[in-house]
């Protein structure tokens, strides 16, 4: 086995290698575009920008720990009416990258010229934390800030889709900058960047067995924590009194992608005889009506391909730890039906997938 | 202020002049969930006016009463609630025969983020720092609906602000008529106090958001997740007009607005759902602040969406949520209107 791969060695920081990088693929014109953070003219509010002029890529903030928006929404957002003609280079995570392959399975968006450069990702802190003047100290102390979803999250190099791989979550810290050259087409534009040194280097999961293991460990302790069915209805109804029906969850995830989503259709949503009734049945009810069947509704149509990426728990305005529910609901969904979503765009959902016999062990 | 609004409630119900009741009560960890209640034994839980607004009371209402059948419902929420469901009966979402509105002085709401992060913060109208930005500039604090519990200027009483009100009082025997001179000095009073931190209030807002430019930077922080759209009464449509599959645009077009700015932000159309949103709402907004409650990212929406409502409700001459008669702005035709914003 080559236990040696191909690399880009730079001494400069993780920023500024590829804010020259980037830099140099627009002027060079090997893409006509930059898909990359930006920090927007408020401090603390970032956005994912399409960036064609190469001096704003001076103002990138390549990887810095937040994801305002998920990834793949903001691609699907691009390519979903028809596929890029034209070379992009977009600066992804993996589980943006993860669930973007799902979104191209589902015919949410296309793959097409888009080259990506990704990371072994340290994880992000959520949106909330960086908003108040406190912002500097959050970053610094990176590692207690990250969202639950990343400090349990064990898929943190990305996979066969990412053209680069950056270096940044390692186990021994690491002066520079070393990024992973893992297609014909990074190799390709390696080649013609003269600033960065061409090495060979240790495999990525080498470096970062230690934190492999930790996230394990993180992932072992959200499986354990978080209620479960078997812990009755009442502690679903306790998990979830405080839900507003605000739907953020629903809109910031990247997998949920229907027009109408099932649970504002009028075959859902509850009639005023029927919550009447129920009023008269149990002597009160709870209205709006629905707040348990749109959760749990939505975790039964998402578990299958639900990518970790935590953006759901971000957005809550009362602190549901959805992401850590949807997490632990995924992980045995996904086991069960043996799938691995955003692995290959040649994996067919299981939901969508008829499969003569199957399931016998949980069946008759 | 409870006790006796739950009184209140139970006498309702037990004399069977209303068969159900609308009341927040308190729920797990710390919730008021909306419940619609035809058992007087669960009144024990209610909580009429809790220190948050987790569900606008007028969507809470609509999610059941688009048709109304046999028997009435007593439904108790906040001055701006019932505004509201006065506006969603306009649209036809709310069916309010048969529906008796009894609001309170309001003493506003503790914003909901703060509160699930602290659950010991009570409202308090003398510490403003306690209740919502929104809340701070209210002058609608009272007097809405078919009835409103005053409490202060020496007064405990149910006052009839309609003759289904009046009805509802009547039926239940209740006579007294009380002198409301000190109560309405004390609303007075406070309208005036809020009217002057609103004004002042806007035109801070005015002056650091003011523009294309100043839009853009409100909303800089802005991430799409429609949160401000979903928990607004008045936004009752399933489908909104910024999801509409025809609205979407092709790859290329996001390429060229990236090549002629320089730089294309994505997800893409954040102004225009919100202007959108705006032209489609303003009309009807009560300023109860659900949206900014709702705003993950701290953005002053209610505020901002109350100011431009002042503007629009303007040119129409119109007052959201006062009186069920007054027909929307944008459903009726004129032949002869809003000559003076023309050429």
Redesign the interface.
């Known amino acids: 086995m080559n236990t040696k791969t191909s690399v880009l060695v730079s001494e400069s920081s993780i920023g500024d290698t590829l804010r020259d990088l980037l830099s140099k693929l627009l002027e060079n014109g090997e893409v ?2 930059v ?1 990359a953070l ?1 920090e ?3 401090k ?2 970032y ?7 190469p ?2 890529i001076t103002e990138t903030l390549p990887f810095h720990p937040v994801m ?2 998920q990834g793949a ?3 699907s ?10 070379p ?1 280079a977009a600066l992804l995570r993996p589980c943006e990258i993860r669930a973007f392959v799902e979104n191209v399975k589902q015919s949410q968006g296309s793959l097409e010229n888009i080259f990506i450069i990704s990371c072994t990702c340290p994880g992000v802190i959520p ?2 934390k960086l ?1 108040g003047e406190d912002r500097e100290d959050v970053l610094a102390n990176h590692d207690e800030n990250i969202r639950n979803a990343c400090r349990a999250c064990i898929e943190f190099i990305p996979g066969a889709q990412a053209d680069m791989t950056v270096l940044i979550a390692s186990d021994e810290p690491h002066d520079g900058t070393v990024i992973y050259l893992n297609t014909e087409r990074a190799v390709e534009i390696a080649g013609k960047l003269d600033s960065l040194s061409r090495e060979t280097g240790k495999p990525a999961a080498e470096l970062t067995s230690g934190i492999l293991e930790a996230r394990k460990n993180s992932l072992k302790d959200l499986m354990k924590d978080i209620p479960a069915p078997a812990d009755g209805l009442q502690s679903l ?2 998990l979830f ?2 839900c ?5 969850c629903r ?2 995830c990247p997998l949920c992608s229907c ?2 989503c099932d649970y ?2 009028a075959r859902t949503l ?1 009639s ?2 029927l ?2 009734a129920e ?2 049945r149990k ?7 629905g707040t348990l069947q749109f959760q749990l509704g939505r975790l039964m149509h998402i578990s299958p391909s639900c990518t970790a990426c935590g953006q759901c728990s ?6 549901i730890p959805v992401s850590d529910i949807f997490i632990r609901a995924a992980n045995l969904v996904q086991e069960s039906l043996d799938y691995a979503p955003g692995r290959d765009t040649d994996d067919t959902p299981p939901m969508a997938t008829y499969v003569e016999k199957e399931l016998l062990d949980i069946t008759d | 202020m409870n006790k006796i609004i739950v009184d209140f409630l139970e006498k309702a119900l037990v004399s069977g002049y209303v068969s159900s009741v609308l009341v927040p009560s308190k729920g797990p960890d710390n919730t008021f969930p909306w419940t619609l209640v035809s058992d007087v034994s669960a009144l024990t839980k209610a909580e009429s006016v809790p220190p948050v607004m987790s569900v606008q009371g007028a969507k809470a209402l609509a999610s059941f009463t688009q048709s109304m059948t046999e028997g009435k419902l007593l439904a108790v929420m906040r001055p701006c609630e019932a505004r509201a469901a006065v506006e969603l009966s306009k649209l036809e979402q709310i069916d309010l025969n048969n529906i008796i509105l009894l609001t309170m002085d309001c003493p506003g709401a503790v914003p909901l983020k703060e509160y699930r992060r602290n659950t010991g913060i009570e409202p308090d109208i003398s510490i403003t720092e306690t209740i919502r930005p929104l809340c701070r500039q209210c002058t609608e604090f009272t007097s809405a609906g078919d009835l409103c519990l005053a409490m202060h200027g020496g007064l405990r009483a149910v006052l009839p602000l309609t003759p289904a009100g009046q009805e509802l009082l009547d039926s239940l025997g209740m006579k007294a008529e009380p002198d409301t001179s000190a109560w309405n000095e004390w609303a007075s009073s406070l309208r005036t106090e809020r009217e002057a931190a609103r004004t002042e209030n806007r035109m801070s807002l005015k002056e650091a958001y003011s523009g294309l430019q100043g839009l853009t930077e409100v909303f800089s922080g802005c991430i799409s997740c429609r949160s401000c759209r979903t928990v607004c009464p008045i936004c009752y449509c399933r489908l909104c007009f910024i999801d509409m599959k025809d609205r979407r645009c092709p790859a290329s077009s996001h390429l060229e607005r990236s090549r002629s700015s320089g730089a294309a932000r994505l997800t893409s159309d954040t102004l225009l759902f919100h202007i959108g949103r705006m032209a489609h709402m303003s009309l009807s907004c009560v300023s109860c602040g659900m949206c900014e409650d709702a705003c993950p990212q701290d953005i002053p929406i209610g505020r901002l969406v109350s100011m431009v409502s002042a503007g629009t409700t303007d040119v129409f001459n119109y007052r959201a949520g006062s009186d069920p008669e007054d027909p929307l702005p944008l459903n009726t035709f004129k032949l002869e209107e809003l000559h003076e914003y023309e050429d």
């Open positions: 006509d575009s898909f930006r927007t003219m408020q603390g509010r956005c994912y920008s399409l960036i064609s002029d001096a704003l305002p928006v929404r903001a691609l957002n691009l390519t979903i009416t028809e596929p890029l003609t034209r992009v949106a909330s908003l109804v306790s009194a405080a507003i029906g605000c739907r953020g809109e910031a027009v109408l504002e259709t509850h005023p005889e919550v009447r009023a008269k002597g009160s009810v709870r209205v709006p009506a971000d957005v809550c305005p009362v602190d």
